[in-house]
């Protein structure tokens, strides 16, 4: 064997378009919305499109954020997913409608208490189902896409009808609690304040998640599950104990984007997780299977679209996301930030 | 001689419908590096991920340290000390080299003495300590590998083609690292295709065809005769 040469690597100097190029998907958000100040006239008419995009694109990725998890960690496709934002949506609709007297108080702290209550109340119950659906449905199709899809539509079928059985057919209208009804006026542009209120927990949601997924060991297991499970597994983890775990926290972030959604819209029904599904697989798509940064700017700029659409011209609204996913997969047929699997 | 480290009995193994190991014995003794040879497609692989519990043995008994892990699920069999480097590496290229690492310490935070031994094997891995790994070279790659297995001292280690489709300079460097944790008593079954890395590095050999075991003795004997080899893999040490 000859002596190997002094091995000595050096780092390379990268030049401006790689360095931006991993960049590049998180600067289509502040282009999205330059675009929109160009195309609408009015500033006001601008800002209140932005913040309401926003709002609409954290409430889309605080939905979607575990059904990436899910996919990119464990290869399933969950059709059902959407059962856990109407469960999470009628749980917590329920338990703010007994709280009536709370969120109908001119007061802040007991409005917030409520809201609370039914975040919490909801995310419990979603969890809760989601555990059983992941067990009962879920594990016995592990590595069969064609069932994994069948099986969880049919999983999303039996929760909706079983949201009819237990809370009625109907639609159930919810009025805002007082402190989150209204609008403050910035730059001349009404801002609702429940919009604002959307945004931030979308942003607490995310940072709290990339707190997890960047800085502890747990996070570090998931990320590296997504890449190689079989690898992860090789070092001495239990990957399944720590799917059915992000399964259960993705059917509660479900569960909380459900209660949000519905008091976003202001009316619930059982077939509201069912439509939302669309959104939420546009998302965890153009954002790139297992990313959750991906799900984050992928949301965004779908709220982001869809808000400027609708203004500037109503009818491309329907077409608006589906023309984004398209654009986006030309551009990177594996999403903006692709997970590298290496199975 | 001590009982072995690892002993497979009789194993079969089916992927799909195809049957690939048909009844593998192998012994894997205490403290030395065990090769497994053969030519390409006859089970080596096969029978590590076996091991591992990447796939089940349908048949026959695999022991570890004197317990039976046939069944045992891969996490409980990496935990129970084996090290596993896999032929295509494995490592997780979104992840910077440190939390390969981090990773691969899976009993407690990285013990620093021995990650100072590993940066004295594979220097590359302290420059590019903070780099994403996807963005390391085919050799750094393969060095992580191998140092993952060796952030933490395992019982054994399994590891499988280190040195396919590496240049000369970075083969040597492997060669290095293997020597090293073989000076520190590690149990070692290496599946190597590079016969002078084999020959260099161990102290028995088995070979390999058709999913069964056909020859086993000292890497010695097989390094000497030319006939063997050729009878057993189609090659000999005059090739190279």
């Known amino acids: 064997m000859t002596a190997a040469p002094k091995h000595a690597p050096k780092m390379a100097e990268l030049s401006l378009a790689d360095r931006l190029g991993p960049w590049m998907p998180v600067l289509l958000v502040p282009l999205l919305v330059v675009l929109g100040a160009l195309a609408i006239p009015e500033t006001s008419s601008w800002l209140t499109l932005t913040v309401s995009g926003l709002a609409m694109g954290m409430m889309i990725f605080i939905m979607a954020s575990g059904l990436t998890l899910v996919f990119g960690l464990m290869d399933v496709i969950n059709f059902g997913h959407g059962a856990f934002v109407s469960i999470g949506a009628f749980v917590g609709v329920s338990i703010l409608l007994l709280l009536g007297q709370m969120t109908a108080a001119p007061s802040l702290g007991l409005n917030l208490i409520a809201v609370l209550l039914a975040v919490l109340g909801a995310m419990a119950a979603t969890g809760a189902v989601g555990w059983a659906f992941e067990k009962v449905i879920v594990m016995p199709v592990y590595g069969h896409h064609l069932k994994q899809i069948l099986v969880t539509m049919g999983g999303l079928i039996v929760v909706e009808q079983l949201i009819i059985v237990l809370w009625g057919p109907e639609e159930i209208y919810i009025a805002r609690p007082e402190a989150l009804k209204g609008a403050i006026t910035f730059a001349g542009a009404a801002l609702e304040k429940y919009r604002l209120v959307a945004v931030a927990v979308g942003l607490v949601v995310f940072i709290a998640m990339r707190f997890v997924l960047r800085r502890t060991k747990i996070g570090l297991i998931v990320r590296a599950g997504v890449q190689n499970g079989e690898m992860v597994q090789a070092l001495g983890y239990r990957l399944r104990r720590v799917f059915v775990g992000v399964f259960i926290a993705g059917s509660a972030l479900a569960g909380l984007g459900g209660v949000m959604w519905g008091l976003y819209q202001e009316v619930i029904t059982a077939q509201m997780g069912n439509q939302a599904m669309i959104l939420i697989f546009i998302v965890v798509i153009i954002g790139g299977l297992g990313s959750v940064e991906g799900c984050f700017i992928g949301a965004l700029l779908v709220g982001l679209l869809q808000n400027y659409v609708a203004f500037l011209e109503p009818k491309a609204a329907l077409i608006s996301n589906i023309a984004l996913m398209v654009a986006i997969l030309m551009w990177r047929p594996m999403g903006m930030i692709p997970v590298v699997k290496a199975k | ?240």
């Open chain 2, 1 to 240: 001689m001590s009982d072995p480290i690892l002993k497979l009995e009789g194993v079969h193994t089916n992927i799909a419908q195809y049957h690939i190991l048909q009844g593998v014995d192998l012994e894997v003794p205490r403290g030395a590096v065990t090769m497994l040879l053969g030519r390409n497609g006859v089970g080596k692989t096969t029978t590590l991920r076996s091991i591992i519990g990447h796939w089940r043995a349908h048949k026959g008994r695999i022991l570890f340290d004197g317990e039976d892990i046939t069944a045992k699920p891969t996490p409980a069999i990496a935990r129970s000390g084996v090290g596993f480097v896999p032929e295509n590496m494995g490592i997780f290229a979104d992840l910077t080299v440190e939390e390969n690492m981090v990773l691969a310490a899976a009993s407690g935070p990285i013990d620093s003495a021995r990650l100072d031994w590993v940066f004295s094997a594979f220097p590359p891995l302290k420059t590019f300590w903070k780099s994403e790994a996807g963005n390391l070279s085919g050799g750094q790659k393969q060095m992580l590998s191998i140092a993952r297995a060796m952030i933490e001292e395992r019982k054994l280690y399994l590891i499988d083609e280190p040195t396919k489709g590496l240049a000369p300079a970075i083969v040597s460097t492997m060669a290095r690292a293997l020597k090293d944790l073989k000076a520190q008593g590690a149990s070692i079954l290496l599946v190597e295709q590079n016969f002078a890395v084999a020959r260099a590095l161990g102290d028995t050999a088995n070979v390999m065809d058709d999913g069964r075991m056909i020859w086993s003795g000292a890497m010695a004997d097989l390094a000497s005769n030319a006939a063997l080899q050729e009878q057993l893999m189609g090659l000999s040490l005059e090739t190279h």
